[in-house]
């Protein structure tokens, strides 16, 4: 099995700064794409950012110039940079990863509990 646990969420002001962080554990043979989702109260999950294995990374426009996702293959651990915060940042963020757990199966995708971020004044 595979667990991936999230740590950095908060409360902060718009405008301000939080980074989440990610470390997956567990009977991991290779991860693939690591990521972050998040979903807001009565909507749906959304992309925030991916990065995979080489390095190339992916944004949701929304969070363009603002977030920056970083991975430590080493200690298979993704973390989020979150700056100039906004009210509509506001969600629970999962962390993602794409994990082989053996040379006899496939790829699966594994997610974490979530940690909520709540932007507010």
């Known amino acids: 099995q595979v667990q991936l646990v999230e740590s950095g969420g908060g409360l902060v002001q718009p405008g301000g700064s939080l980074r989440l962080s990610c470390a997956a554990s567990?009977?991991?043979?290779?991860?693939?794409?690591m990521g972050w989702y998040r979903q807001a109260p009565g909507t749906g999950r959304e992309l925030v950012a991916t990065?995979?294995?080489?390095?190339?990374?992916n944004y949701a426009d929304s969070v363009k110039g603002r977030f920056t996702i970083s991975r430590d293959s080493a200690k298979n651990t993704v973390n989020l940079q979150m700056n100039s915060l906004k009210y509509e940042d506001t969600a629970v963020y999962y962390c993602?990863?794409?994990?082989?757990?053996?040379?006899?199966?496939?790829?699966?995708?594994?997610r974490g509990q979530g940690t909520q971020v709540t932007v507010s004044s």
């Open positions: 567990g009977s991991i043979l290779t991860i693939n794409t």
């Open positions: 993602n990863a794409k994990v082989r757990t053996s040379y006899y199966r496939l790829e699966q995708t594994y």
């Open positions: 990065i995979d294995n080489g390095g190339g990374t």
